[in-house]
């Protein structure tokens, strides 16, 4: 029997369409420019529309942007987000030169895109980036789009430059302080209330007031600059140099170094400068304004000062410059020459540097010179090269070289050793903070007994910031005959059986034995010149004197620290002695006392029934449960 199959139907599959967009640019603003663009958004809108295996993705047009670069094409930008974001297939456009005229923007743009499976097609050159030769080709003609904009930029300058030779003047700052160009008389023309501004600081600044202090004097006025800014003393500095003031015009102070990273630099006499006099009517007048330069040069020279060394002594390790460094050792100033290379960071050079007065004494040396004459070296020297082993050579005008050799230094005898004397004191060294970990050191008090205690290192240095408390000597002895049953202090046994002592936070002692043992003296120790503002009502009626029996009331110092005292001293023929004590000293010892971190209002309520204060000012404190725990004042 003869088989049957079945033929199933078969959907016909639906070629999906690829989204097109295209880029369009111009980068001169004119009428003509602007059609140009016009003209070609509509060609890629219509051109893409009209293709049936296309989806219309829109046209990225960027008006009146250069091509050298792409961080100011909002729209290029735009273009790439989207490509990265699957929006587009194909980028179409009408020449490389409107893609990008930089050489590396456009292949680093191209082969981004084509990681991405993204295709761009160049119509006027026929090129597609997918193509097996597409990056080979795009890679020559960006060259010549990149050189065209180089021959554009010349072209640009040198009829600048033209301009200029015949005194055209036009200018780019059409606003600054005193003047506003006018564009029909083609010249700047005063602002009368800005202009008095203007005079103001030139008025300040002869009569010598530091530019600092001119800027305050303008801002306190409530007078800006033409942004709406405060004076500044980096802008007026500017300002006083500009012989716009003066009615005349320069030309070409700055210039374009390069037309693709378009990146304006000062001309140092690269290229030349014009200079019109009497361009525009003058804020300030003529003597005046040389008054002005003579001062400007007046403070940069107390700023940078030239000595007949500057500029003529040169490194022969790293080929760094000579600099003039002074010292000022009991209200006298010693001035030394050292490799510039030792003050900049990084950098490590082993010239010998020289004293100001030895360059002078080798000078006076090497020209044959009856005493030191700046003239006479000037005229004379032409460089002088410090050597690695400190010989100086002198480079005269002339061609004539000449030597002077640095004397070996006198050998000094071997000093004896000397033996490591003992410690002055039994603590030295012995003593750490359990804070920091530093080690405590010997310090003598400033009272009338002038009683040796000891602090933690740490508060001595710069950067110290150990919360470490202080401890007297003679405590320190009497807790290690407390703990070690001594009737008194012994420095032999305290060196044979103590290895270390720590000093905790909260005042806490701890003896480390040499045996390995440890003892603890418990204890809260108070810093007396610690204030901290608290006030806590919870202790009315608690605390009670136990010289006099009345109850202790709160009183406030300098309207900020709460403290204590006894109500007994406040009454009629009683004589009470009490110690009064601060509110924030209350509450660490009640917090100690109840073995918290800290003080906790609820649990001192729920605990602490009262609290007994000694005349000494240690304070007894009285459980609800019946127990009494004694803090002792040391």
């Not at 940078?304 to 003529?312: A, K, V």
């Not at 003593?431 to 290192?457: A, E, L, P, Q």
Request: aromatic share 10%; net charge positive.
């Amino acid at each position: 029997m003869a088989k049957i199959r079945k033929i199933e139907p078969k959907t016909p599959k639906i070629k999906k369409r690829k989204k097109v967009a295209a880029y369009a640019r111009v980068s001169a603003e004119s009428d003509r420019m602007m059609h140009s663009l016009s003209a070609q958004v509509s060609y890629y809108s219509k051109l893409i529309q009209e293709n049936p295996e296309w989806e219309y993705a829109g046209v990225y047009a960027d008006s009146f942007i250069s091509g050298t670069g792409i961080k100011q094409r909002k729209e290029f930008q735009r273009l790439v987000e989207d490509c990265e974001q699957g929006k587009i297939d194909i980028v179409l456009c009408k020449s490389i030169s409107r893609f990008a005229r930089n050489t590396v923007d456009l292949l680093e743009t191209v082969r981004h895109l084509k990681e991405l499976g993204i295709e761009v097609r160049f119509e006027k050159e026929r090129i597609n980036s997918l193509s097996g030769d597409g990056e080979l080709m795009l890679s020559l003609l960006a060259c010549f789009a990149q050189e065209e904009s180089h021959s554009i930029s010349e072209n640009s300058k040198w009829g600048i430059r033209k301009r200029f030779e015949s005194g055209e003047i036009g200018t780019a700052n059409k606003h600054i302080l005193g003047y506003q160009y006018d564009e029909t008389l083609r010249k700047y023309v005063i602002i009368p209330e800005e202009a008095e501004i203007v005079r103001k600081i030139v008025e300040l600044y002869l009569e010598r007031i530091p530019l600092r202090d001119i800027c305050d004097d303008l801002n306190d006025r409530g007078w800006r600059t033409v942004n709406g800014c405060l004076f500044q003393e980096a802008w007026m500095s500017t300002m006083l140099r500009n012989e716009v003031y003066a009615g005349d015009t320069l030309r070409q102070k700055k210039y374009i170094e390069d037309p693709i990273t378009k990146n304006k630099v000062k001309n140092k006499g690269e290229l030349p400068m014009y200079y019109m006099p009497d361009t525009h009517e003058a804020i300030i007048d003529r003597e005046t304004w040389e008054k002005v330069q003579e001062e400007v040069a007046r403070r940069e020279s107390l700023l940078n000062p030239t000595y007949c060394f500057s500029g003529r002594i040169k490194c022969d390790i790293c080929g760094r410059p000579y600099t003039r460094h002074a010292d000022w050792a009991k209200g006298k100033l010693y001035p030394r020459w050292i490799c510039r290379a030792k003050k900049e960071p990084g950098i490590t050079c082993s010239g010998v540097n020289y004293s100001e007065k030895k360059l002078r004494e080798i000078s006076v040396e090497i020209l044959g010179l009856a005493d030191f004459d700046e003239t006479a070296f000037e005229e004379r020297v032409r460089e002088m090269t410090v050597l690695a082993n400190g010989d100086i050579v002198f480079n005269l005008f002339g061609g004539e070289t000449k030597m002077w050799v640095r004397p070996p230094k006198p050998v000094k005898p071997p000093q004896p050793v000397r033996e490591k004397k003992p410690p002055e004191h039994c603590f030295d060294g012995k003593i750490f903070c359990g804070n920091c970990g530093r080690r405590f050191g010997r310090v003598k008090s400033d009272t009338k007994d002038h009683h040796i205690y000891w602090r933690c290192r740490a508060k001595s240095s710069g950067t110290g910031t150990c919360d470490s408390v202080n401890y007297p000597d003679a405590e320190l002895k009497s807790i290690f005959c407390e703990l070690m049953g001594q009737p008194e202090f012994d420095e032999d046994y305290f060196n044979k059986t103590v290895d270390r002592i720590v000093v905790q936070k909260t005042g806490s002692v701890d003896i480390h034995l040499k045996d390995g043992t440890l003892r603890t003296f418990k204890a809260l120790k108070l810093r007396v010149n610690k204030h901290i503002s608290t006030s806590t009502d919870e202790f009315a009626g608690k605390i009670r004197c136990a010289a006099c029996g009345n109850l202790f009331k709160r009183s406030v110092h300098r309207g900020k620290y709460v403290y204590w005292h006894c109500s007994g001293k406040d009454k009629v023929r009683t004589e009470c002695k009490a110690r009064n004590i601060a509110d924030n000293e209350i509450r660490q010892v009640a917090a100690y006392v109840m073995e918290m971190d800290e003080f906790n209002v609820p649990e001192f309520e729920r605990q602490i029934d009262h609290i007994t204060m000694e005349e000494d000012g240690s304070m007894d404190f009285t459980f609800y449960d019946g127990r009494e725990i004694r803090w002792q004042r040391r």
